[in-house]
C-alpha cells in the first residue's frame, strides 16, 4: 500500500539533499548535530553557527540554497556547480568555491579527483558534493571527537583543507612505495619492462601535482586580497594553509621528478637493450653475407661454372664459404668491430 501525501511530506527532510549539520555553540563551546529530518526553522540559530553538508544529487539543493539569507548568487552557483576546477573568491567578507579532494568508494579510499563546493560567513558554513569524498568525512570524524575546537566558520574552512594537504601526504607515501618497488626492478639485473607499471602512478602524480598548484596559487591570491573582503581570521589561516600547502608541494613536485627520471631510466635500459639486440643481429649478418654470396655465385645457372665438373666441387665450394666467413671475421676484428 502506497503510503498518502502527509506520510511522504512526514519522511521528506526540510533540508533537501543534507548529508549532516552540526550547531556550534559559542556559550558552552560545544557541537551538537542536528537530524537529517531538522525543519528549516532549526537552521535559525541564535548564537554559535552552523555547518550544513549537503549532496548535489538531490536536485532540489539549489532551490533550497536561494531560500537561504545571506547567500550572493555567486556563492549559489559556485555550491551547485559541475564544473571541475579549484577556485576561491572572497566577496563581502565571503568566501566560496571549489576545492580539491577525492572520492571515497563505499568503506575504500580511492585516488580519483573529487570536488568539494563550499561557502563560508561570520554565521555558517556550507559544503556540497557530488560524491563521497575523503577528506571531508575526516573533518566530520574530528568534529565528532572534539568540536568544542571548532569556535568560527573558518576553524572548519582551515580544517578542510588542512585535511587536503594530509590526504596528500598519504598519497606521496603510498606512490613513494610502489616506486621503490618499480625501482627495484628497474636496477635488477634482468631487464624488464615496468613502463606499464609506472605510466598510471606517473600520470597521477602529474595530475596531483597540477591541483595542489592550483589550490596553493588561489590560497595566495586570496591572502592578497583587500581586508574588507576577507572573512574575519581568513589572513591568518590563509597563512597557515599556504605553508601546509607549499611544504606537501615540494613533496609532490619530488617524486614527479623521481617518477620522470625513472621513466627516462627504463627508456635508456629498453634502448640499450634493443641496440645490442640489433649489434647481435648485425654481427650475424656480417657472418652471414659472404656465404650468402658464394653459394648466390654457384646458384646460378651459367655455362661454365667453376667447380661443375668434378668429383669435389661441392667440398671444395664450402671451402670458400668458410674462409669467406674467416676473412668477414678478420675484418671486423681488424676493424675493432667486433
Known sequence: MLPDSTSLASITPAVPG??????????????????????????????????????????????????LPGLTPAAITALTTHETHAAVTLDEQLAFGTLVDFQ???DNDTRDIGWLHFFVSDRIIITTRL??????????????????????????????????QRTMITLVMEFTEELNLIEDFVYDNAPRDERRRLAPVRRTVVRLH???RTVL?????????????????????????????EAVDHDVYALQERARL???EIDSKLSSETNRHLYILSIMTAFLLPPSLVTGFFGMNTSALPFAEGAHGTL??????????AIAWWLLRRTGIF
Open 18 to 67: 543534507l548529508v549532516w549539520a552540526y550547531h556550534f555553540h559559542s556559550n558552552a563551546r560545544r557541537c551538537t548535530a542536528l537530524p537529517l529530518e531538522a525543519a528549516r526553522s532549526d537552521l535559525d540559530v541564535d548564537e554559535g553557527f552552523l555547518w550544513l553538508h549537503l549532496n548535489l544529487a538531490d536536485m532540489r539543493v539549489a532551490g533550497f540554497l536561494e531560500s
Open 104 to 106: 571515497r568508494d563505499f
Open 131 to 164: 560524491q563521497p569524498l575523503r577528506s571531508i568525512d575526516r573533518v566530520r570524524s574530528a568534529v565528532e571527537k572534539n568540536g568544542t575546537r571548532y569556535r568560527r566558520p573558518i576553524d572548519v574552512f582551515e580544517t578542510l583543507v588542512a585535511e587536503f
Open 210 to 212: 597540477r591541483h595542489l
Open 217 to 245: 596559487t588561489l590560497m595566495r591570491r586570496a591572502a592578497a586580497a583587500d581586508d574588507d573582503e576577507m572573512p574575519p581570521g581568513f589572513d591568518d589561516v590563509a597563512g597557515r594553509l599556504i605553508a601546509r600547502l
Open 262 to 264: 625513472l621513466h627516462e
Open 316 to 325: 671444395l665450394a664450402f671451402g670458400f664459404m668458410a674462409l669467406s666467413v
